[in-house]
């Protein structure tokens, strides 16, 4: 799964990265499936011990081109865990309020605690995304953001964070099929909003913003991912492996009791 990690200070070009590809795995979609399954089981044994521990906190980020598939992902990948200690932050169009304060303040205080997995549906890289892409804001702010933002990730890492970045990278033809699927299918009405054909106009625009969020933000603390996600189950699969690798290399134990419990006996 190496494959997909974005080295850091590498020049990302997407038109390089094949969002069909599926790796090393070439046993197709049951066999994957299989294989996630067994991966929930794990993820959810590393959560209880994460949660148990209470040293470590996990922070996930997810972006992605509308259909990407970030909620597919939090749907499919996290089915195992225990909702207690798992929380989902999804961060909108900035409020009043938030716009009054500097872009990473709503982000600073959604990160996780010990002990806690926090999956990020969106996020600061928001704010040199869409706001590069529409001009809301001047280059010459949004261009030292991505300093701003390493250094704030290092600051979470250097206090406990582990943080896996994960770019779910779909082409347009695959956005297509989603959206019309979307406006097929009454029952996902919700998910379609009009704007979003303005934004898939954009789609350049938008590869390039990403492609610079990739080159500049992939650091040894807080690695991107690129995950090819045409294939739903390639992408959970990979998503999860990473995850799991991850977790169990911070070799995490149970805490002991504080008390001495030999020879206790329940009548
Ligand atoms: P889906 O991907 O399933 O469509 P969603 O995450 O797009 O779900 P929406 O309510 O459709 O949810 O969109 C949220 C919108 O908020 C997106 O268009 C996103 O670009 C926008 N947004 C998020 N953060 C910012 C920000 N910092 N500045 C401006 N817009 C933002
Ligand atoms: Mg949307």
């Known amino acids: 799964m190496k494959k997909f990690l974005v080295k850091p200070e590498s020049k990302v070009k997407l038109s390089k990265w094949d969002p069909n590809d599926t790796g090393d795995f070439k046993d197709g979609k049951e066999a994957g499936l299989a294989r996630l399954e067994k991966l929930n089981g794990k993820l959810e044994t ?30 499919r990948v996290f089915n195992s865990v225990n909702p207690a200690g798992v929380r989902v932050a999804s ?16 982000i600073h205080k959604e990160v996780p605690a010990n002990g806690e997995m926090v999956i990020f549906n969106r996020s600061h890289y928001e704010d040199v995304l869409v706001v590069r892409v529409h001009n809301y804001i001047q280059p010459e702010v949004w261009g030292k953001r991505f300093e701003q933002i390493n250094e704030f990730e290092r600051t979470l ?12 990278h779909i082409d347009l033809d695959e956005q297509k099929e989603r959206l019309q699927a979307r406006l097929d299918d009454t029952s996902k009405h919700w998910k379609f909003r009009i704007g ?23 650091t040894d603390y807080a690695p991107w991912y690129i995950v090819p996600a045409n294939r739903k189950w390639f992408r959970d699969l990979l998503i999860s492996t990473v995850l799991v690798d991850t977790l169990e290399g911070l070799k995490m134990k149970y805490p002991e009791s504080e008390e001495n419990l030999d020879g206790v006996v329940i009548e």
Do not use: C
Not at 46 to 72: P, R, S
Not at 94 to 106: K, S
Not at 196 to 218: H, I
């Open 91 to 106: 961060f909108k169009a900035p409020t009043p309020e938030e716009l009054d304060h500097d872009f990473l303040w709503r």
């Open 196 to 218: 979003d054909l303005d934004e898939r106009k954009l789609w350049p625009d938008y590869m390039q913003a990403f492609e610079d969020v990739l080159s500049k933000t992939s």
């Open 157 to 168: 890492a250097e206090n406990g964070t582990t943080i896996l970045k994960f770019y779910l």
């Open 46 to 75: 590393l959560q209880e011990l994460l949660f148990a521990e209470h040293k470590h906190k996990l922070l996930i980020v997810l972006q992605a081109m509308d259909a990407g598939g970030k909620d597919g992902t939090i749907r």
